[in-house]
């Protein structure tokens, strides 16, 4: 919809598409669909193994949650976007 809209890509627009080629092995397809997604896989796959174990782990998981990494991840979406619809 984004797309139809705009003509940009949003920072998500494949994802869908790039876990299904993930799932069927297609490495080079889903990088094609979203690189970005694809390299934050771990960090997500680490948000989800945190958000787990925030009890027993409190230091880890406030210290990831702190402010600077939010705003870290978030820039690096915003920098994905541009570069994405603009650069490449």
Same mark, same amino acid.
């Given at each position: 919809? +984004? @797309? /139809?809209?705009?003509?940009l890509?949003c920072?998500?627009c494949?994802?869908q598409?790039?876990?299904?080629?993930?799932l069927h092995?297609d490495?080079? &397809?889903?990088w094609e669909? !979203? &690189?970005f997604l694809?390299l934050?896989?771990?960090l @997500?796959? #680490?948000?989800?193994?945190?958000e787990?174990r /925030?009890k027993r782990?409190p230091?880890l998981?406030?210290? #990831?949650y &702190? @402010?600077p =990494?939010?705003?870290?991840i978030?820039a &690096? =979406? =915003?920098?994905w976007?541009? =570069?994405? !619809? +603009?650069?490449?």
């Amino acid at each position: 919809m +984004f @797309l /139809r809209m705009t003509g940009l890509e949003c920072p998500g627009c494949g994802a869908q598409r790039m876990a299904h080629a993930l799932l069927h092995g297609d490495l080079r &397809s889903a990088w094609e669909y !979203n &690189s970005f997604l694809l390299l934050m896989l771990p960090l @997500l796959a #680490f948000m989800a193994w945190l958000e787990t174990r /925030r009890k027993r782990l409190p230091k880890l998981y406030a210290g #990831f949650y &702190s @402010l600077p =990494v939010i705003v870290g991840i978030a820039a &690096s =979406v =915003v920098a994905w976007f541009i =570069v994405r !619809n +603009f650069i490449i």
